[in-house]
């Protein structure tokens, strides 16, 4: 039987290092983005003052909010308290193996399924869905309590743990499809990444450089993403383990590379941490060998994963039309057509199915039999079967239901899922289990970056001063910050904003009249220390559009800007903080009311949530996200010591 119980250990020490940043992220941001005076207050939401039965709230909006009322709080502090027991939860699963158990793991997704519940636009992001599903997998995978003399992997382990598997297959399956079914011209011109490190959310200081090579390593790069994500999953379930774990680290490349030139949050750590479903026991602890004669078994593996890669590598080179030119660079142009893409793809999504059915039977199989022949005494060997064939209908199930979704990548096979899994996968949709993926699925400004600027002035006819953000482009002489893993969502969804109209972003206008306010609490999201309005707010607020790109590499020596801009139009009309249409809007949506909020009774909680807000409120996000995971680790660290030394 393979050994997958440290494997597994490792996962879901580490899923809880990605809810550590997930919760500590949200936490940071609830006064500025859900506050009572926030740009979509959570109030909104939830109607604390409903008498309605619990079970009624719960199934109309599924929430822990619900419950502030019962410990004498409001929605914003509530989600304080949710936040702060996710971060404590998550830390203690980091830094101990006895708390990652399957009893953490629920109450962990309860928890950020209750903040996704009120998270509006500001968490409608495929890395917030994923890390539910990931979560709720968790469930599954961990044990129902912590034994420390487990050490031995259990029949069920490899069950479970496939499902993780199966998990990353269809995110970077989807991910590589997406991209050419989109029909996007730049995909398909293979110009995807000559554009990708300019136009992204929020690039780190190294996409600038990495936008700057040259355009054939470019075009070749973006071959090589497709080929890691379109070919090298389908030997996620290859049986032999060379071939995997070479799959592994081609993935953990490209993610290491993404982490490198953009800030996407936690996303690339989540799926680094699911990129261990491809590993066992022996890749961290190397068998050793009781003869020292020639393996045979041994070096036909390795032969056989060398003729896997090569087939790869030649079938790359003749539907890319990789050539070398005289000048000793790689030519590289995609050399099937999309009809022909569409037509493999309606064959293979089907294929794909049947390869993680006879890979689940497989291991469903070994696992059965493990439990048969491995396991010792009679009375073991039919509880160990009976817990095996458990997990095997419950892994079962969510394989069935994720076939919907997944299937949506193509109209063909999305048509013969059967109706009753459809009505199935619709009962249990709203909860997330299983999702569908596919990122940068069409890739913007061909011409240009878009940014909103924002500007604010006491005189309707200027000057106008800039609002700066603390991460997105602005200030054409600012460099950007790596903040990964946290996630400011202000400035992602004004990456989102430049992409649309103020009419398809209603949210603006309340960032608007939260500016004509001076509201301190949405000034904290931007950069405070360079508002131009810090004495008293502005009375008139506007929006322009304008047209980023990145500074030549001509002008890289001695160089004072990192961008170049021009402005394209206007993004929305002058606002002032009594403009009739606009506080008509938000009246409308509740964000401004007349009536008081539900009122905190518990003032002792309340005061300590305050205090533990004011202390961490001092320090800057991506530096606080990396301080408690050092902090973290140092114990770790710490705790294997002592116990090393107690044990000499």
Known sequence: MVQVRYTRNLFLRGMCIIYLFAFLSFYIQIPGLYGDNGILPARTQLDL????????????????????????LNVEYMLDVVSLIGIVLSFAGFISQKFCIALVFALLWALYYSLYQIGQTFMWYQWDVLLLEAGFLCTLVAPFWYSQHGKISTPSDAVTFWTVRWLLFRLMFSSGVVKLTSGCPVWWKLDALNIHFQSQCIPTPLAWYAHHLPAWFLRFTTVIVNVLELVVPFLFFFPNRKVRIAAFYSQVFLQVHIIATGNYNFFNFLTICLCTSLLDDQFFYKRKSKTTSFNFTKYLSTILCILVYAGIFYGTYVYYNLRISDNWTIQSDIGFTQEQFDHVLSRIIPISIYIGVISLGITVANAIVASLLAVKGLKNKIFTTFVTVLYTVAVCFIFAISIVPYSTLHQAPNSTVPAQLKQVHKKVEHLHLVNSYGLFRRMSGVEGRPEVIIEGSDNIDGPWKEYEFLYKPGNVNNSLPFVAPHQPRLDWQMWFAALGTYHQNPWLMSLAYRLLSGQSEVLNLMNNVENPFRVKPPKYIKASLYRYHYTPWSQSRGKQAWWTREKIAEYFPILSHDHPPLIEYLSKKKIIQDKPTYKVTNEPLKLFLDS?????????????????????????????????????
Do not use: D
């Open 612 to 648: 533990v807000r004011s202390v961490i409120h001092k320090v800057e996000a991506s530096l606080l996200l990396w301080g408690v995971f050092t902090a973290g680790y140092a114990i770790i660290i710490t705790n294997y010591s002592s116990s090393v030394s107690k044990k000499k």
């Open 49 to 72: 003052k409903n008498c309605a039965p619990m079970a009624h709230k719960l199934q109309q909006k599924p929430t822990l909010l619900w419950f502030a009322p019962y410990i004498g």
